[in-house]
């Protein structure tokens, strides 16, 4: 996790910038006193609103807790997609 002020954002934009998107990093700017803003890369968010979506009920939470149980006891399968 990155930090910084808004004044050195401002000054090394493009580095931070990188940082973000190359490493995964996550940055939080400072604007005072307990506020700020932070930035994460455009496939983290994504990351984080499908596993929102996923958790969004208590069907979806128990369908996925189900699949990573089944992981979990070597009871998967592989299927091979066919197409048409």
């Known amino acids: 996790m990155l930090t910084a002020t808004i004044s050195d954002f401002r000054k090394n934009i493009k580095k931070y910038l990188d940082s973000v998107t190359k490493n995964f990093e996550t940055l ?12 994460i890369s455009l496939d983290e968010y994504n990351s984080l609103y499908a596993t929102q979506h996923e958790m969004s009920s208590k069907a979806n939470e128990k369908r996925l807790d189900s699949a990573i149980e089944k992981l979990k006891k070597g009871k998967s399968f ?6 048409e």
Do not use: A, M, W, Y
């Open 28 to 39: 939080i700017i400072n604007r005072g006193k307990d506020t700020g803003i932070v930035i």
């Open 78 to 83: 592989q299927k091979d997609l066919t197409e």
